[in-house]
């Protein structure tokens, strides 16, 4: 049974990624949205021997990638929505922990940012427009 979902969780990366960095960087922007969005995350699993698992995301997460221009129209795009977005600059694979990584993407204007990921989350229509001109990863 398919479960057709009003809102829509998106990975949007840069097209010129390692196959590393993309999955780094898919990991790193998810886990934002379930600190402040609480209402994406499920409930707990468990298996048949009652042995406990963390929850996860109540939905799929679609993974998209386009040209550094996608990634920049669509961060604007999430802005004026206003939508939940988290972002990973090229700045970040030269850091090593969480605080160098939030000053390296507090030390740049929003215009100047190296953005190699985005995560937006929101309603469907919403998100659909913010990733106008990106293709699903292959």
Do not use: C
């Amino acid at each position: 049974m398919s479960t057709r979902f009003d809102t829509k969780i998106a990975v949007l990366l840069r097209e010129d990624l390692e196959s590393w960095q993309r999955l780094n960087v898919t990991a790193f922007l998810v886990s934002g949205l379930g600190t402040q969005v609480p209402e994406v995350i499920g409930e707990p699993y468990e298996d048949a021997d009652q042995v406990p698992y963390l929850p996860m995301f109540r939905q799929p997460v679609l993974v998209f990638e386009g040209a550094k221009e996608t990634l920049r129209a669509a961060h604007a795009r999430a802005l004026s929505r206003a939508l939940p977005r988290a972002v990973f600059t090229g700045d970040l694979f030269a850091t090593g922990h969480d605080e160098a990584n939030r000053a390296a993407v507090r030390a740049v204007g929003t215009s100047d940012l190296d953005l190699v990921g985005l995560a937006v989350y929101g309603p469907r229509n919403a998100v659909d427009k913010v990733l106008k001109g990106a293709r699903m990863h292959p």
